[in-house]
């Protein structure tokens, strides 16, 4: 092989080398910017909650939502510091509310797991008389 060609297939070589480094470091950096919420749900015996619809909002307004998987847990990413409300919800369950406050102090915040009440099954019925 030609020393010409030698040295343009090694330069060739480092230019992708560098740009494969370069382009992992930055999403890398993606992945980890902002503090990410990691917790669970459960029921009053203890059991995980899978699809429990879990939204974060800040004075009223949504800013982001999921689903507990079938594992009880949920994950929420590139939050930034401040007080945020998490309420969660399932059909059968009392909505619950609970005060989060992300200081920044660290990249995850591991809650503890958050219980979700038996809320009242109503049923409807409607009786109808016969006339005589």
């Known amino acids: ?23 992992g470091s930055v999403v890398t950096q993606r992945q980890t910017t902002g503090i990410v919420i990691d917790g ?40 930034r510091p401040g007080k945020y409300t998490l309420v969660l919800s399932l059909s059968g369950f009392k909505t619950k509310s609970q005060p989060v406050t992300l200081t920044g102090e660290g990249p995850r ?10 809320g009242a099954l109503t049923e409807e019925m409607t009786v109808q008389a016969a006339s005589p």
């Open 1 to 23: 092989m030609a020393p010409l060609l030698r040295q343009g297939i090694v330069l060739l070589l480092l230019c992708v080398g560098v740009s494969v480094v370069l382009d």
């Open 40 to 79: 669970s749900v459960i029921d009053p015996s203890g059991a995980t909650l899978p699809g429990v619809t879990v939204t974060l909002q800040q004075s009223g307004k949504t800013l982001s939502n999921t689903t507990t998987g079938e594992k009880g847990t949920f994950t929420l990413s590139n939050l």
């Open 109 to 118: 915040l591991a809650l503890a797991p958050i219980k979700l009440e038996i």
